[in-house]
């Protein structure tokens, strides 16, 4: 199970490093197009905003917390003998799949909803906003599962990771 989490969040983790280049080209080419031809690639402001930088950011969640890199405060914790350093671990993983599943859930909803509105951003043009929603529940299902991988892997190390 692990490795099907692992090899599932960096396969997500790819395809946010994906859109992580299309966005340095076409922002690369909109600043090449005011500069050489004095025009501008329409639209791009909204695609960066809406697209490209909601989906780098939740689509790499469960990436990086597999590998252990999120913010941790641990200074206190780290004095604690093993067994009460596991215990936490274990409550905070547990609190964890809680927090990401109500995530995931609301997220999913407001998903659904917002493709059954066509939900489009304010714009000059037609601009459909409801794709980039469904990031948010991908990226909080790829952390939900790291999570779970991780409190797996601890119970049965008996350490806190």
Known sequence: MHALIRWTNRAVMALACAFMLLMMAHITTDVA???FFDGRLIGTLEIVSYYYM??????????????????????????????VQLGLHVLACAL???FFGMLFWQSAQDAIG????????????TFYIWPARWALPLGFAGIWLAVLSNLLKSVALRRAL
């Open 96 to 98: 964890g799949l809680i």
């Open 33 to 35: 197009v005011r500069f």
């Open 114 to 125: 917002a493709t059954r509105r066509a939900e489009e951003a304010m714009s000059n043009f």
């Open 54 to 83: 909601v989906v780098i950011v939740f689509l790499s969640l469960g990436y990086v917390e597999l590998r252990g890199e999120h913010i941790r405060v641990d200074l206190f914790a780290k004095m604690l003998p093993q067994a």
